[in-house]
């Protein structure tokens, strides 16, 4: 029943940044961890960051590591990923998931809902 929509992708140069965000309908989305992942052209895919149910714990790539930050408000249903210092290898569909668990993984394989991904392109 939880539906995921991701929002917030674009264009944006090299250096800049872009706030993505994950709103979820149909059920609470405290009962849920949730991470983000990415698919860039040519590429397969890569686990981004992912966040507990109440936020007090987080994860992140080591290629994203100290650029990207990800929070979440569940009061308004709403996981966001601030992206800042973009590459153009950043540039990928961003997507968010959400696993029935506290804890969050980068691993993709326990994630049962997906949204249908927003685009990122980072270029000159």
């Known amino acids: 029943q939880l539906q995921l929509v991701e929002s917030g992708g674009g264009l944006v140069q090299p250096g800049g940044s872009l706030r993505l965000a994950c709103a979820a309908t149909g059920e609470a989305l405290d009962d849920y961890a949730v991470g983000w992942f990415r698919q860039g052209p040519g590429k397969g895919a890569e686990a981004i960051s992912c966040?507990?149910?109440?936020?007090?714990?987080?994860n992140y790539a080591d290629s994203v590591k100290g650029r990207f930050t990800i929070s979440r408000d569940n009061a308004k249903n709403v996981v966001f990923l601030q992206m800042s210092s973009l590459k153009p290898e950043d540039t990928a569909i961003y997507y968010c998931?959400?696993?029935?668990?506290?804890?969050?993984?980068?691993?993709?394989?326990?994630?049962?809902?997906w949204g249908r991904g927003t685009q990122v392109t980072v270029s000159s």
């Open positions: 998931a959400a696993r029935p668990d506290a804890a969050c993984t980068l691993s993709p394989t326990t994630y049962i809902r």
């Open positions: 966040v507990s149910t109440s936020g007090d714990s987080t």
